[in-house]
């Protein structure tokens, strides 16, 4: 070490103040209300004209018919890009984005969620059952 007391004075100046870091996960950040996070679908306004799927670059979200005037959407979290073009291009305000950006999963296929019933983050489900670890 060339200069220890110069390193000394930096480290005596730091000292007083406060960590740069963040404590997450045990202090949730402040997240901005028009974050781009997880999205979100409301089935009751759906029209099912597909223009998000057509819009979408990513090709990450799937409209399906499951019924009369009945729409579920399936999307990839891990192949989007979080742009919110398909928010942009729906006519009728059937998605929006949340706030919601913990989508880290250990089996990818959680990652692919189908949204279809009362339309909010908590119904998020994923399309497939984890994988049975081997005995
Ligand atoms: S936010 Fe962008 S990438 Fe994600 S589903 Fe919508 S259009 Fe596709
Ligand atoms: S653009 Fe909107 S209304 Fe059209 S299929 Fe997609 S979510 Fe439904």
Known sequence: MKKPGKMLMEVLRHAPKKPATEMYPHVRPYVPERFRGRLDFIPGKCIGCKMCMRDCPSKAITINKIGDKKFEAV?????????????????KDALLMTTDFELAQLDRRKLKIVLKDAGNATDAKPEAEPEKPVA
């Open 75 to 91: 999307i990839d979290l891990d192949r989007c890009i979080y742009c919110g073009q398909c928010v942009d291009s729906c006519p």
